[in-house]
T-cell receptor
Framework: KQEVTQIPAALSVPEGENLVLNCSFT??????LQWFRQDPGKGLTSLLLIQSSQREQTSGRLNASLDKSSGRSTLYIAASQPGDSATYLC?????????????FGKGTKLSVKP | DVKVTQSSRYLVKRTGEKVFLECVQD?????MFWYRQDPGLGLRLIYFSYDVKMKEKGDIPEGYSVSREKKERFSLILESASTNQTSMYLC????????????????FGAGSRLTVL
């Protein structure tokens, strides 16, 4: 059964630092991988989606990479800001799986200190 | 921008009550989802609908039912609420999978925090 793991569960960094969030999955047969941001008490906001045929996606200061064979994805945040403080979740859709079958990690809670 | 609106941000109900959680999206998305989110357990899929009147069970459908009579509306129903259904409920929608730009990208509502006493 596919499992998605995000380590660390929490991370605190000073403002301006570049940082990497990690996501690993146990079965490499995925259709796509998506990164989300969640602010406290709110819903999720989609940040980046990487199809299985892609290696990376970029949006502003965010860059997500995907290495299917090793079962890993990273979310790189450049020049972090206090406004980046949130919980970041990754989710995979399995190859051949139902469109509804997204498997989420438990998230990394990021705190960026001014 | 796609908007997914959940009718209630906070609800407090009593054990045994019937509870309706409503979700409406305004971008003609085929797919709609209901998740619950609990500390330490993450997001778990309750039900998924890929078309009007069509539904699939997710990982934890027990104690829940859903209704999709119109494309834009997906309702989650707790027939007889129990304390272990106290949780944050998140609705999401997406275009049908395919080559369209934006397909597969989930858009979430703000969530409905339900407390069952």
């Amino acid at each position: 059964k596919q499992e998605v793991t995000q380590i660390p569960a929490a991370l605190s960094v000073p403002e301006g630092e570049n940082l990497v969030l990690n996501c690993s999955f146990t079965d490499s047969a995925i259709y796509n991988l998506q990164w989300f941001r969640q602010d406290p008490g709110k819903g999720l906001t989609s940040l980046l989606l990487i199809q299985s045929s892609q290696r990376e996606q970029t949006s502003g200061r965010l860059n997500a990479s995907l290495d299917k064979s090793s079962g890993r994805s990273t979310l790189y945040i450049a020049a972090s800001q206090p406004g980046d403080s949130a919980t970041y979740l990754c989710a995979v859709r399995e190859d051949g799986g139902s469109q509804g079958n997204l498997i989420f990690g438990k998230g990394t809670k990021l705190s960026v200190k001014p | 921008d796609v908007k997914v609106t959940q009718s209630s941000r906070y609800l407090v109900k009593r054990t045994g009550e019937k509870v309706f959680l409503e979700c409406v999206q305004d971008m003609d998305h085929e797919n709609m989802f209901w998740y619950r989110q609990d500390p330490g357990l993450g997001l778990r899929l309750i039900y998924f609908s890929y078309d009007v009147k069509m539904k699939e069970k997710g990982d934890i459908p027990e104690g829940y039912s859903v209704s999709r009579e119109k494309k834009e509306r997906f309702s989650l129903i707790l027939e007889s609420a129990s304390t272990n259904q106290t949780s944050m409920y998140l609705c999401a929608s997406s275009l049908k999978a395919g080559d369209l730009v934006g397909a597969n990208v989930l858009t979430f509502g703000a969530g409905s925090r339900l407390t069952v006493l």
